[in-house]
């Protein structure tokens, strides 16, 4: 009796979770048609990308077909996930305490908080995918950009694409949660930290050249390995010199520790912001003014 009431409850728990995925992609893309707004997002990230095309050919003088242009353009590709679920989930609170005024009662619906965040981070992260997926295509054929992902190797790139994933939601969920106990001009703080993973993680720039202790930062941070481990999967070779030395499981390991300590960090955060939004009245105060 017990494992029927389990498995009927399991739909009614996973309806709010699709309504607010469902919610974020009609937020995000401005109740837009679907197909305007993966125009949009296909588009943006690739002219982005286009501009480090240019930027590389004119400061090295190197042709696209060099091993260097290939790393930079799958690292920044790849990170536009960061930037895209981080600045979302992040403006989350903003809007729904600013603009809509509904936090107070999201705060209060079964789905949770954090589940909420996950959520709406979620759809983003579908959008995203799309673009990732357009930039490579673009980069293969426009730029001669050869991938080199065997089937052997679809388990690997699979665990480091999850463990990335859950990572980036984690740290879109701890900038939201901290965005609760901030004024509404707060709003450009998680751009501000996509901007620095932007650097600390090697997207673009390979963190050897970094002086310590940034150096040192970037190897404890999950993004540095995990575009480690998609430049080895799709290219057959890392970026990072300093990295060179470790096996793909450890590459896989350490994004793993590193995932799990996000995960970690993020729950604290947003529990105590939560305690914090509610004891002190920001759950639903208007900042606006």
């Given at each position: 009796m017990?494992?029927?009431?389990?498995?009927?409850?399991?739909?009614?728990?996973?309806?709010?979770?699709?309504?607010?995925?469902?919610?974020?992609?009609?937020?995000?893309?401005?109740?837009?048609?679907?197909?305007?707004?993966?125009?949009?997002?296909?588009?943006?990230?690739?002219?982005?990308?286009?501009?480090?095309?240019?930027m590389f050919k004119i400061v090295t003088g190197q042709p696209t077909s060099s091993a260097v242009f290939?790393?930079?353009?799958?690292?920044?590709?790849?990170?536009?996930?960061?930037?895209?679920?981080?600045?979302?989930i992040g403006l989350v609170i903003f809007d729904d305490r600013e603009r809509y005024q509904m936090l107070r009662y999201i705060y209060l619906a079964p789905i949770g908080l954090g589940a909420y965040l996950a959520a709406r981070?979620?759809?983003?992260?579908?959008?995203?995918?799309?673009?990732?997926?357009?930039?490579?295509a673009v980069g293969a054929w426009l730029f001669g950009l050869r991938y080199h992902l065997s089937p052997a190797d679809l388990p690997y790139f699979s665990l480091i694409l999850i463990l990335g994933g859950i990572a980036t939601l984690a740290m879109g969920i701890m900038l939201?949660?901290?965005?609760?106990?901030?004024?509404?001009?707060g709003w450009s703080m998680p751009e501000g930290v996509s901007g620095v993973l932007y650097l600390f993680c090697g997207a673009v720039f390979s963190i050897d050249i970094l002086p310590w202790p940034f150096s040192a930062v970037a190897r404890l941070i999950p993004w540095t390995y995990w575009l480690e481990g998609i430049?080895?999967?799709?290219?057959?070779?890392?970026?990072?010199?300093?990295?060179a030395g470790l096996t793909n499981?450890?590459?896989?390991?350490?994004?793993?520790?590193?995932t799990?300590?996000?995960?970690?960090?993020?729950?604290?955060?947003?529990?105590?912001?939560?305690?914090r939004a509610v004891a002190t009245g920001k759950l639903d105060e208007k900042t606006d003014h």
């Amino acid at each position: 009796m017990s494992e029927a009431l389990e498995h009927s409850d399991a739909p009614s728990r996973l309806g709010p979770w699709l309504a607010a995925a469902r919610l974020g992609w009609a937020i995000e893309s401005n109740w837009a048609d679907p197909f305007v707004f993966m125009t949009y997002q296909i588009v943006r990230p690739l002219f982005g990308a286009l501009i480090l095309v240019v930027m590389f050919k004119i400061v090295t003088g190197q042709p696209t077909s060099s091993a260097v242009f290939g790393q930079m353009y799958v690292g920044n590709a790849f990170f536009i996930l960061v930037v895209q679920c981080v600045s979302c989930i992040g403006l989350v609170i903003f809007d729904d305490r600013e603009r809509y005024q509904m936090l107070r009662y999201i705060y209060l619906a079964p789905i949770g908080l954090g589940a909420y965040l996950a959520a709406r981070g979620m759809a983003r992260l579908a959008a995203t995918t799309v673009s990732i997926l357009f930039t490579l295509a673009v980069g293969a054929w426009l730029f001669g950009l050869r991938y080199h992902l065997s089937p052997a190797d679809l388990p690997y790139f699979s665990l480091i694409l999850i463990l990335g994933g859950i990572a980036t939601l984690a740290m879109g969920i701890m900038l939201g949660g901290s965005t609760m106990l901030m004024a509404q001009n707060g709003w450009s703080m998680p751009e501000g930290v996509s901007g620095v993973l932007y650097l600390f993680c090697g997207a673009v720039f390979s963190i050897d050249i970094l002086p310590w202790p940034f150096s040192a930062v970037a190897r404890l941070i999950p993004w540095t390995y995990w575009l480690e481990g998609i430049r080895r999967s799709l290219l057959g070779s890392g970026y990072v010199a300093s990295l060179a030395g470790l096996t793909n499981a450890q590459i896989l390991l350490r994004l793993g520790i590193g995932t799990a300590g996000t995960v970690a960090v993020a729950w604290l955060t947003l529990r105590f912001a939560e305690y914090r939004a509610v004891a002190t009245g920001k759950l639903d105060e208007k900042t606006d003014h």
